[in-house]
């Protein structure tokens, strides 16, 4: 985003390089990122050849923390796997966190260096998050050692958002990096080509008035997008990607009618496709993750409806939204949180959207029963199911009707084979 005033001059003895600030990383140290992840930091201390037994936390790994996760001398933890560390050839060691975690996780394991991306200052020296807050605010007010240094890293690119914001005092050292700045960037989501039955759906399980959640990005937030007959929506995500910016633009998502912070839209993280609309909008604001994300504040909000994907569910109702074949695929973000939201309010829906089948359809994403380490959500989360063949309400329902009703929305050339295992399994 283009500002006018020159934060570098105005706070000439806070303006620090990534070199310099990657240079107070010692050997045995933690290291404590933000997401999106400081990039040149990491990428600087990528070079560094002079430590050891580092653990750095980056929450979603790219550029710099795939280069990170390449040098010997450093441990990447991370609680959700990218498809740029895949790509990069590396690994990281995965922390099972839900994102309304990570403020404690940070409290708890306190690190010596702390680096978050923010917007670049202003001038009454306020530092806005810019894109992201999540768990930032945390890593950046965690009480400290007196050795222990929190520097911000200042990207020109990123939107200056109305909410919760730092101070230029709560940097040991701000990060100047080019005024091209460096675009967040999330994985590529692929939705299948017929949109139009998992609109009906949701056309169905959404009233007016209703406050909406969706998933980062893919099937979910596509099919919101496309409700824009619909009345005076709120928004209260986790993410705000474009589909969700579509229903404000149209007028379809006003906020008129919400029980918190009416009239705004309120997330804890943005996509890039958004900044221009977000940019210093009054109509926007963003949370922390720990009151956003708080499963009581989820419930407080009229006609919550939190719409998410998953990559494969079970007769038992059990959900798999991390796992690939038994290896970690990404990461559970809020997911979890807003399921466990919704069943605090009888007005309250969850609902998990996902083709019936994959690889072309070979595949059903409706198993009979997930595998070992692989549920996200159990049994007792998931309450509505959509797929391209229908509905299936899994809320109050006893496990003979779960299991029938998901068989019900599975693709026909997989119903047999999935009825056959539920005879075998007694659940039918």
Not at 63 to 70: E, I, L, Q, V
Not at 97 to 111: I, N, P, T, V
């Amino acid at each position: 985003m283009t500002h006018e005033f020159d934060w570098t001059v105005a706070f000439a003895d806070k303006v620090i390089t990534a070199e310099h600030a990657a240079s107070k990383v010692a050997t045995g140290d933690t290291v404590m990122c933000s997401l999106p992840e400081p990039t040149a930091f990491l990428m600087a201390l990528a070079e560094r050849t002079d430590i050891a037994d580092v653990s750095v936390f980056v929450p979603a790994p790219r550029r710099g923390g795939a280069a990170a996760a390449a040098n010997p001398a450093i441990e990447v933890r991370a609680p959700f796997i990218t498809q740029i560390l895949r790509k990069a050839g590396v690994s990281a060691e995965v922390v099972p966190l839900r994102l309304q975690d990570w403020a404690g996780y940070a409290r708890r394991h306190g690190a010596r260096i702390t680096v978050v991306q923010t917007a670049t200052p202003l001038a009454d020296g306020r530092v806005l998050p810019g894109s992201v807050i999540a768990g930032n605010d945390e890593l950046v007010r965690r009480s400290r050692g007196p050795h222990d240094l929190v520097f911000a890293l200042a990207n020109p690119v990123v939107p200056h958002v109305r909410g919760d914001h730092f101070q230029v005092d709560d940097f040991d050292g701000i990060i100047e990096i080019p005024a091209k700045g460096a675009t967040p960037v999330f994985d590529e989501r692929t939705p299948p080509a017929d949109l139009a039955p998992y609109i009906a759906a949701l056309d169905e399980l959404i009233p007016d008035g209703a406050t909406v959640q969706a998933g980062v990005g893919g099937l979910s937030e596509i099919c919101l997008a496309a409700l824009t007959h619909k009345q005076d929506l709120g928004i209260h995500t986790e993410v705000i990607g474009p589909g969700l910016v579509d229903l404000m633009k149209c007028g379809a998502a006003t906020g008129r009618l919400k029980t918190q912070w009416q009239g705004k839209a309120t997330f804890t993280i943005s996509q890039p496709e958004t900044f221009a609309h977000i940019d210093d909008n009054p109509a926007c604001e963003i949370v922390p993750a720990q009151i956003q994300l708080d499963h009581a504040t989820i419930a407080k909000n009229r006609d919550m409806r939190c719409v998410n994907s998953s990559l494969q569910l079970d007769l038992w109702g059990q959900a798999n939204s991390e796992m690939i074949n038994g290896m970690q695929h990404s990461g559970v973000g809020g997911q979890l949180d807003f399921l466990r939201g919704c069943q605090m309010s009888d007005s309250a829906l969850s609902i998990l959207v996902m083709p019936s089948t994959a690889a072309g359809g070979t595949i059903s994403r409706i198993v009979p029963r997930i595998g070992d380490n692989a549920v996200t959500a159990t049994r007792y989360d998931t309450q509505v199911v959509v797929t391209e063949q229908g509905i299936a309400w899994l809320r109050d329902a006893s496990v003979r009707q779960k299991a029938q009703r998901l068989i019900a929305i599975a693709h026909p050339d997989h119903q047999a084979e999935l009825t056959d295992e539920a005879e075998r399994s007694g659940l039918i």
